[in-house]
C-alpha cells in the first residue's frame, strides 16, 4: 500500500536522479540524488560553467574513482569547509 502523501523535502533530495551529460565528447549517464545534482548546478553556475563543462573537468581529474562519486565528493568539498 502507498501512501497518497506527497514527498517530504528531505525524501525527494535524496531520490536518486539519471541526467545525462557529454564528458570529453562522450555522451554519458550519470546517477546522483537530486540534492547533488542541485549543488552541481548551483556551484557551475557560480563558477560560470555549464553542468556539462564542471563534469568534464571533475572527470580528468578523477582517478580510479566513477564519475558518481567524484561528483559527489567534488560536490562536498566545494561547499564544506577544510577541515585540516
Known sequence: ????????AE?????????SLVVA??????????AFWL???AIAA??????????ASVDAARGEANLSSALR???LEA???TLQ
Open 46 to 55: 557560480e563558477r560560470g560553467l555549464s553542468v556539462n563543462a564542471l563534469a
Open 79 to 81: 561547499r564544506a569547509p
Open 25 to 34: 565528447g562522450h555522451r554519458t549517464s550519470v546517477s546522483l540524488e537530486d
Open 73 to 75: 565528493v567534488f560536490v
Open 1 to 8: 500500500m502507498g501512501s497518497s502523501l506527497p514527498m517530504s
Open 39 to 41: 549543488r552541481l548546478k
Open 11 to 19: 525524501a525527494s533530495s535524496a531520490r536518486v536522479v539519471k541526467r
